[in-house]
């Protein structure tokens, strides 16, 4: 959290899209900029959090599910993430590479603690 916060100069961050909110959710708040928003794309189970942390910052917490997305809006989804990957405005973050024979074990790793980058699966 203070490593965010001194990145960011204590102004915090706009945005956080939370994989594991059930986890995370409640550490995610302080290191929120004013009117930044967490998108919960994921989470195990419930959640208790500080309002106090939401209102202090005039910031709010959305729900995302992929599947509610529109078709029309997927295909333009696509289109945006591959411009950004092309232009290298987005750089994904390899964690490992594995043979594709080694999947199953691709799926225990990324959800050990401490698990970072995308685990990418090679012929």
Do not use: W
Request: cysteine-free; glycine content about 8%.
């Amino acid at each position: 959290m203070t490593e965010v916060l001194k990145i960011t100069e204590n102004r915090g961050v706009d945005i956080i899209l939370e994989m594991l909110a059930n986890v995370n959710l409640g550490k995610d708040l302080p290191v929120l900029a004013r009117n930044g928003r967490v998108i919960v794309i994921g989470s195990r189970g419930k959640v208790e959090i500080d309002a106090r942390e939401l209102m202090v910052r005039d910031a709010e917490i959305r729900g995302m599910l992929l599947f509610n997305v529109p078709a029309q809006e997927k295909v333009a989804v696509h289109a945006a993430l591959r411009a950004a990957l092309e232009s290298g405005t987005v750089k994904p973050v390899i964690g490992r590479e594995l043979a594709l024979a080694e999947a199953p074990r691709a799926h225990e790793l990324i959800m050990e603690p401490g698990a970072s980058g995308k685990i990418i699966l090679l012929p």
